[in-house]
């Protein structure tokens, strides 16, 4: 059974920052492209960045330069280190593993990551 488990989610300053981790299991992590995304209420789930499994790395434009992404196969995990957090940023925040069998990949429960101004 494929679990996709996200901490690290919480309450921060704007101008602060937050690492976000996801721990997965029941797949073959280092074949997997990874993803996060988020969803801010009354929005539409978007990409935040990607790392495919060769370590190449994508981003939303609205982050880029201030969130970076980067995995650990052998902990089978994948992380979100976001700084200069903005009130924008806050949203439910996504771990998404890459599936060639189930369509839209797997997904974990999310982590509320909230950014006062």
């Known amino acids: 059974q494929v679990q996709l488990v996200e901490s690290g989610g919480g309450l921060v300053q704007a101008g602060g920052s937050l690492s976000l981790s996801c721990a997965a299991s029941?797949?073959?992590?280092?074949?997997?492209?990874m993803r996060w995304y988020r969803q801010a209420p009354g929005k539409q789930r978007e990409l935040v960045a990607g790392?495919?499994?060769?370590?190449?790395?994508n981003y939303a434009d609205s982050v880029k330069g201030r969130f970076t992404i980067s995995r650990a196969n052998a902990k089978n995990m994948v992380y979100l280190q976001m700084n200069s957090l903005k009130s924008e940023d806050t949203a439910v925040y996504y771990c998404?593993?890459?599936?060639?069998?189930?369509?839209?990949?797997?997904w974990g429960q999310g982590t509320q990551v909230t950014v006062s101004s």
């Open positions: 029941g797949i073959i992590f280092t074949g997997n492209a």
């Open positions: 998404n593993a890459e599936s060639i069998v189930v369509p839209g990949g797997y």
């Open positions: 790392i495919t499994s060769g370590g190449s790395t």
